[in-house]
C-alpha cells in the first residue's frame, strides 16, 4: 500500500492557522472514510476528525469536541488530496499530525480507531 505524503506542519504561535493536505492513492481515497490523528508526547493517541465523502458531493463530518469551531476537514477527490484547517491554534494542539483511512463500511466518528499510515506532520504551538 503506498504511503500517503502529509504536509503542512510547522511551528506557530498561539491564536495562528496551519493547513494540513494529504495527498492519498486514489484507491483509497475515494472508497474510505479518511481522518487525521494526533499524538502528543505523553498522551494517548486521538482522533482529530474525520470525513466521508459521498457520492453527489455530500460530506459527513466528525470532529472531537475540543477542537470543534475551530479546525475544518474537508477532501479535494479531483487532487486525492485531503486537507485539515486550522484555526486559533492552542498549546495543547500540539502533536504529529497523520492522516489515516478505513475503506467503507465506516464512520467518520470512529477515525480514532483507524491505524497510523503515514509519516506524519509535526504541529507545535507556542503559547
Known amino acids: 500500500q503506498v504511503q500517503p505524503v502529509e504536509s503542512g506542519g510547522g511551528s506557530v504561535q498561539a491564536g495562528g492557522s496551519l493547513r494540513l493536505s494529504c495527498v492519498a492513492d486514489?484507491?483509497?481515497?475515494?472508497?474510505?472514510?479518511m481522518g487525521w490523528l494526533r499524538q502528543a508526547p505523553g498522551k494517548q493517541r486521538e482522533g482529530v476528525a474525520g470525513i466521508y465523502s459521498g457520492r453527489g458531493g455530500t460530506d459527513t463530518t466528525y470532529y472531537t469536541d475540543s477542537v470543534k469551531g475551530r479546525f475544518t476537514i474537508s477532501q479535494d477527490n479531483s487532487k486525492n488530496t485531503l486537507y485539515l484547517q486550522m484555526n486559533s491554534l492552542k498549546p495543547e494542539d500540539s502533536g504529529m499530525y497523520y492522516c489515516v483511512a478505513k475503506f467503507t463500511p465506516c464512520s467518520p466518528a470512529d477515525v480514532g480507531s483507524y491505524g497510523p499510515w503515514g509519516q506524519g506532520t509535526q504541529v507545535t504551538v507556542s503559547s
Open positions: 486514489r484507491s483509497i481515497i475515494s472508497r474510505s472514510c
